[in-house]
């Protein structure tokens, strides 16, 4: 990562003197940008003209772009009154998300105030937000579109809206206790005290970090201000149906974090695996095959369905720590290993504890169930020992 920090104006001028006092500003306002070299000139410009001087101020882009947005950040700030940082990543990590850490990583102020680099978040609201959370002693404040004086009418098309709405749904339904008292989950627009929030706990993926921040390390006190999502100034829209779906995998993995949740997910996953199963059993003893080879080729089906589900869906993140061989051996054999138990399990809740055909085999099932999830955590996904430190920087891809 390359960081440049421009230093705007010349030393004789009395803003620039007050910008460069050497002592932590009171806002650090990161902007996370890709290829918005149309906007960064009247972005700065307008945090400019919005935050007074009383309010110590720097900014900090975080810039994954392929344009020439570096280079205006560099010309825009020489007519800034406060320091402008701008850090260049090679590679965007965390998408937008990643940005945003690496922002906060960076900043030196008491608040962070988090925005866009497309104007549809009105710089002229940063000092509400500061003011707001040192006003209520809150540790996050959020610039909500949905609260009495809000509006999202920046938000092109009914698609867009729809989108909107069934994402803000979705993850208040999910997550009922921890965005208690966020209308707007999905706003990108929010000040956050430098010390409610550990940038190394947050694993961002795509571009909804607030919903990062609100899940792993939500501070006590939140409040919210009304703000209205204006049109983008210039550009087009980086808004993908590939950031949708990570989204839609972020979710899950922040829904998944704990134990039981992930457990009730490897079992939702494992019963879809009976689909292929039974398809498979079906197909090959109307070809003449005999059942009990039948079955043994057939259970590969569902375990190669699960093992795809499990990789994606629900250990994304740790596959890392192991090569596609060895996590895909390892996860057949403890697969194969639960029907090859299953079986003598019955048998033996049958025959010696008297137990019935139908309840023993539902015993049996749950007891591999519980098994075969502690087995696949601990022996496919858990990193090797020695090996976390070494492999803990890098991304699965």
Same mark, same amino acid.
């Given at each position: 990562?390359?960081?440049?920090?421009?230093?705007?104006?010349?030393?004789?001028?009395?803003?620039?003197?007050?910008?460069?006092?050497?002592?932590?500003?009171?806002?650090?306002?990161?902007?996370?940008?890709?290829?918005?070299?149309?906007?960064?000139?009247?972005?700065?410009?307008?945090?400019?003209?919005?935050?007074?001087?009383?309010?110590?101020?720097?900014?900090?882009?975080?810039?994954?772009?392929?344009?020439?947005?570096?280079?205006?950040?560099?010309?825009?700030?020489?007519?800034?009154?406060?320091?402008?940082?701008?850090?260049?990543?090679?590679?965007?990590?965390?998408?937008?998300?990643?940005?945003?850490?690496?922002?906060?990583?960076?900043?030196?102020?008491?608040?962070?105030?988090?925005?866009?680099?497309?104007?549809?978040?009105?710089?002229?609201?940063?000092?509400?937000?500061?003011?707001?959370?040192?006003?209520?002693?809150?540790?996050?404040?959020?610039?909500?579109?949905?609260?009495?004086?809000?509006?999202?009418?920046?938000?092109?098309?009914?698609?867009?809206?729809?989108?909107?709405?069934?994402?803000?749904?979705?993850?208040?339904?999910?997550?009922?206790?921890?965005?208690?008292?966020?209308?707007?989950?999905?706003?990108?627009?929010?000040?956050?005290?430098?010390?409610?929030?550990?940038?190394?706990?947050?694993?961002?993926?795509?571009?909804?970090?607030?919903?990062?921040?609100?899940?792993?390390?939500?501070?006590?006190?939140?409040?919210?201000?009304?703000?209205?999502?204006?049109?983008?100034?210039?550009?087009?829209?980086?808004?993908?149906?590939?950031?949708?779906?990570?989204?839609?995998?972020?979710?899950?993995?922040?829904?998944?974090?704990?134990?039981?949740?992930?457990?009730?997910?490897?079992?939702?996953?494992?019963?879809?695996?009976?689909?292929?199963?039974?398809?498979?059993?079906?197909?090959?003893?109307?070809? $003449?095959?005999?059942? !009990? @080879? =039948?079955?043994? /080729? &057939?259970?590969?089906?569902?375990?190669?369905?699960? #093992?795809?589900?499990? *990789?994606?869906?629900?250990?994304?993140?740790?596959?890392?720590?192991?090569?596609?061989?060895?996590?895909?051996?390892?996860?057949?054999?403890?697969?194969?290993?639960?029907?090859?138990?299953?079986?003598?399990?019955?048998?033996?809740?049958?025959?010696?504890? $008297?137990?019935?055909? !139908? @309840? =023993?085999?539902? /015993? &049996?099932?749950?007891?591999?169930?519980?098994?075969? #999830?502690?087995?696949? *955590?601990?022996?496919?996904?858990?990193?090797?020992?020695?090996?976390?430190?070494?492999?803990?920087?890098?991304?699965?891809?």
């Amino acid at each position: 990562m390359s960081q440049e920090s421009v230093v705007p104006g010349e030393l004789g001028d009395p803003a620039v003197r007050g910008a460069e006092i050497a002592e932590p500003g009171a806002v650090t306002i990161v902007v996370p940008t890709f290829n918005e070299s149309a906007n960064v000139r009247e972005l700065l410009h307008r945090i400019t003209e919005s935050v007074p001087t009383r309010l110590p101020c720097e900014v900090v882009f975080v810039d994954d772009s392929t344009d020439d947005t570096p280079e205006v950040i560099s010309e825009a700030a020489q007519d800034c009154p406060f320091p402008v940082t701008v850090l260049h990543r090679e590679e965007p990590v965390g998408g937008l998300g990643g940005a945003v850490v690496e922002g906060i990583k960076a900043a030196t102020s008491d608040w962070v105030v988090v925005m866009d680099g497309d104007l549809q978040h009105p710089p002229s609201l940063v000092p509400e937000l500061v003011g707001t959370g040192e006003r209520a002693n809150a540790g996050l404040v959020v610039a909500s579109r949905y609260i009495k004086g809000g509006s999202r009418e920046g938000l092109a098309g009914g698609y867009r809206i729809a989108v909107s709405r069934g994402a803000t749904w979705l993850t208040k339904t999910l997550f009922p206790r921890r965005l208690r008292g966020i209308s707007d989950p999905m706003s990108g627009f929010f000040a956050i005290r430098r010390s409610a929030v550990t940038a190394e706990a947050l694993k961002p993926l795509g571009y909804k970090i607030l919903l990062e921040l609100a899940v792993r390390s939500r501070p006590r006190e939140v409040t919210e201000v009304p703000f209205v999502f204006q049109d983008r100034f210039a550009g087009e829209s980086k808004s993908t149906a590939q950031e949708g779906f990570r989204f839609l995998r972020h979710l899950l993995g922040l829904r998944t974090a704990s134990p039981v949740a992930r457990m009730v997910v490897f079992g939702l996953i494992g019963a879809t695996g009976f689909v292929p199963n039974l398809v498979g059993l079906w197909a090959l003893t109307a070809s $003449g095959m005999h059942y !009990v @080879p =039948a079955e043994i /080729l &057939a259970n590969q089906l569902g375990v190669a369905w699960n #093992f795809l589900l499990i *990789e994606h869906l629900l250990f994304r993140d740790r596959r890392r720590h192991r090569s596609w061989w060895d996590r895909t051996g390892r996860f057949a054999l403890l697969a194969n290993a639960d029907l090859v138990l299953r079986i003598p399990l019955i048998a033996l809740f049958v025959h010696r504890f $008297g137990v019935g055909a !139908v @309840p =023993a085999t539902a /015993l &049996a099932l749950v007891m591999t169930f519980v098994l075969r #999830f502690v087995g696949t *955590e601990a022996l496919v996904y858990l990193p090797r020992r020695g090996r976390e430190s070494r492999t803990a920087p890098r991304r699965a891809a």
